[in-house]
Nanobody, 129 residues
Framework: QVQLAESGGGLAQPGGSLRLSCQGS????????VGWFRQAPGKEREGVSF????????YYADTVKGRFTISRDNAENTVYLQMNSLKPEDTAVYYC??????????????????????WGEGTQVTVSS
């Protein structure tokens, strides 16, 4: 059974850090582009960061560039999102998702969220003092 499970969310203070994990099971996460998305209450789901299967290519939304870092450990079937210098506007439910389509990662990064094939259930990140 194909599953994605996010973890690592929680409460952080402004300027603080959190590290999210996305664990895949039932398939090889390392074969695909993986993206992190987030959705705040009343807002559209937005792409945050993406990583290619080979880790050679990474992409970031302008709102998180320089603060977030995506990485992956294919041996552990896991993708990570290190979030530093957190801001209250980073508060959202964070999801990881897999794009099974054979296309360049930069195309995946610019595609709407509903084109991604597998999704986790999300993890809440709250940034507040």
């Amino acid at each position: 059974q194909v599953q994605l499970a996010e973890s690592g969310g929680g409460l952080a203070q402004p300027g603080g850090s959190l590290r999210l994990s996305c664990q895949g099971s039932g398939f090889s996460l390392g074969s695909y582009t993986v993206g992190w998305f987030r959705q705040a209450p009343g807002k559209e789901r937005e792409g945050v960061s993406f990583i290619s299967s080979t880790t050679a290519n990474t992409y970031y939304a302008d709102t998180v560039k320089g603060r977030f870092t995506i990485s992956r450990d294919n041996a552990e079937n896991t993708v990570y999102l290190q979030m530093n210098s957190l801001k209250p506007e980073d508060t959202a439910v964070y999801y990881c998702a897999v794009d099974k389509k054979v296309r360049a990662t930069w195309v995946s990064a610019r595609s709407p969220w509903y084109e991604f094939d597998y999704w986790g259930e999300g993890t809440q990140v709250t940034v507040s003092s």
